[in-house]
């Protein structure tokens, strides 16, 4: 493959905005100056003074166009893989929801399956499983009778069979076993986040000890803030846990959002989509691993009970999103989903930010901030 060269670009680097060109070589970054030479032998393209930022990272996500990661074959990990990657997403964690040992054994075993078949479009980085060891009080779309206490050997065993591929777990402090099973997680390779959870602050505050990292979907499925009683909101609120957020209007109310960036800081905040199978499809009846779920204008709930099950987010819309609930600069905002979420799993050294050596998945945005061209690994992606 010839190599590529940006040029005109508005390049997103050390957090501004450059004019500067970009070589697409062998899957990797090399950053010019604007006016350096480019050889005929090169493919050009011009971006004529379009933005040019790192390629967005989902560390969160179950589905979309009609795929649940929880049935999801190689090939639908794909099908998948092409989806975020149409959005700006070009690399990310299959989340697997809580589901029996069998079906999750499966799941581990389609996402080694995708892996071996190379990835020639958005980077299936590993594993999110949120589950089993969560507690039913906050379970939301989680399956109660499968919820269970912390078990390091059941840990052990999944990740042994993903071989390491299992990069980030949620769990329950107050659940028992988990907080003993934090630091096993670790030693794993695995990055521990606390949620769906009402545990005390005193608990949250021991798992943090332990060696969580993150909190999942912050304020969602969450015991809430009290002055006498912090509670794990107040406890990842004062700490230095990098806090997801679902930024599509719903899960969280846009001083929510802008409360939760002042508060932790835009080095600790993570734009996740959490999305669904519907994400990229109408409204309509979809489920989410073993639940039913009804889609309507663009908002998914559990059938059976009206609880808020995912979304239908990308992550170019949350982009926006931020952008409109913020009124903060475009410079300040981009980390969120690229440099904090590369932080967080441990790819940063070739993920996250445009630099030399680094992979090369880059977008490409248009005047109104939408999708223009994507990169992955210094292939374009056909539109």
């Known amino acids: 493959m010839k190599d590529t060269y940006l040029i005109n670009g508005q390049v997103y680097l050390g957090r501004r905005f450059e004019e500067k060109t970009l070589k697409l070589s062998g899957g990797k970054i090399q950053v010019l100056d604007k006016d350096a030479p480019v050889p005929r032998s090169g493919e050009v393209i011009d971006v004529a003074g379009r933005r040019v930022v790192p390629g967005f990272i989902d560390v969160h996500t179950h589905g979309g166009v009609g795929v649940d990661v929880n049935g999801a074959t190689a090939e639908d990990l794909e099908k998948l893989s092409r989806f975020f990657a149409g959005n700006g997403t070009t690399a990310w964690l299959c989340s697997v929801l809580t589901d029996t040992e069998e079906q999750t054994r499966w799941c581990i075993n389609q996402f080694k399956t ?7 479009t958005a980077e299936l980085l590993g594993i999110h ?28 065993a999944y990740q042994e069979q993903a071989e390491g591929g299992i990069r980030y777990l949620t769990v329950s402090p107050e659940v028992e076993g988990v907080v003993e099973l934090i630091p096993e997680a670790k030693k794993l390779g695995i990055v521990p986040a606390i949620g769906h959870s ?11 000890a332990a060696g969580a990292q993150a909190a999942t979907h912050t304020f969602n499925a969450m015991g809430l803030f009290h002055q006498h009683r912090p509670a794990i909101m107040g406890a990842v609120l004062e700490s230095d846990v990098y806090c997801e957020m679902i930024c599509d209007g719903r899960h969280l109310h846009p001083g929510s959002v802008r409360l939760l960036i002042k508060t932790k ?27 039913e779920v009804v889609v309507e204008d663009g908002d998914a709930k559990l059938a059976s009970d009206g609880t808020r099950a995912g979304s239908t987010l990308t992550q170019d819309a949350a982009l926006r999103n931020l952008l409109a609930f913020t009124g903060r600069p475009m410079e300040e905002l981009l980390p969120a989903l690229t440099e904090n979420p590369a932080r967080l799993i441990g790819v940063f ?35």
């Open 265 to 291: 800081g835009l080095d600790r905040v993570v734009a996740i989509t959490d999305s669904i199978m519907a994400a990229g499809l109408p409204d309509g009846k979809y489920h989410l691993g073993v639940n």
């Open 198 to 208: 009402g545990a005390d602050y005193e608990t949250s505050m021991a798992a943090i």
């Open 129 to 156: 499983l949120e589950g089993p060891f969560l507690a039913s009080q906050y379970k939301g779309a989680m399956p109660e009778h499968l919820l269970r206490k912390g078990d390091r050997s059941l840990l052990r």
């Open 114 to 120: 995708h892996r071996q078949g190379g990835q020639p």
């Open 349 to 383: 050294d070739r993920k996250g930010s445009i630099a030399d050596g680094k992979d090369a998945d880059l977008v490409v945005l248009d005047a109104e901030n939408r999708v223009d061209l994507v990169f992955t690994r210094g292939r374009q992606l056909e539109r």
